[in-house]
């Protein structure tokens, strides 16, 4: 796409600090640094988010994601790594292009958190309910 920030780093006309590169996958240090190490990987041909890339792409993103955590935890000594991405602004999505954050983790609770909470209306919910209609729409 025309404006988008990660086709304009995948095309290289914005620098980045590459890790990794292939034909269909771009890995780069995230310049916000979360933590020291705060990596990026991308599709080089855009796609939306995680639910609109083809399933090719994304496992090949993944499996460079995966690759990036254990250096992360070999080399540069992370105790722990978060992998995520984020799909659409509901969910924290600010770039508008697949992307995995692949965060080394140093100590607990060094500034990133992500805090799974209990739903405070789960009794009113009936799981089976709701595991059959997702099961219906896979």
């Known amino acids: 796409m025309k404006d988008c920030i990660f086709c304009k780093i995948a095309e290289g006309q914005i620098p980045s600090h590459k890790v990794y590169e292939d034909d269909d996958v771009l890995a780069f240090l995230d310049i916000s640094q979360v933590t020291p190490g705060h990596t990026l990987v991308i599709s080089k041909k855009h796609y939306s988010n995680f639910l609109t890339t083809e399933k090719d792409i994304m496992h090949k993103v993944m ?28 969910a924290g999505q600010s770039v508008f292009h697949f992307h995995v954050h692949v965060i080394p983790r140093y100590i607990a609770n060094e500034g990133f958190r ?17 595991a059959d209609e997702i099961k219906k729409a896979i």
């Open 63 to 90: 499996d460079v994601a995966q690759r990036i955590g254990q250096a992360q935890m070999s080399i540069l000594g992370a105790k722990g790594v978060n992998i995520l991405t984020n799909v659409n602004k509901e």
């Open 114 to 130: 992500i805090e799974m909470k209990q739903n405070e209306k789960l009794s009113e919910l009936s799981l089976p309910a709701l």
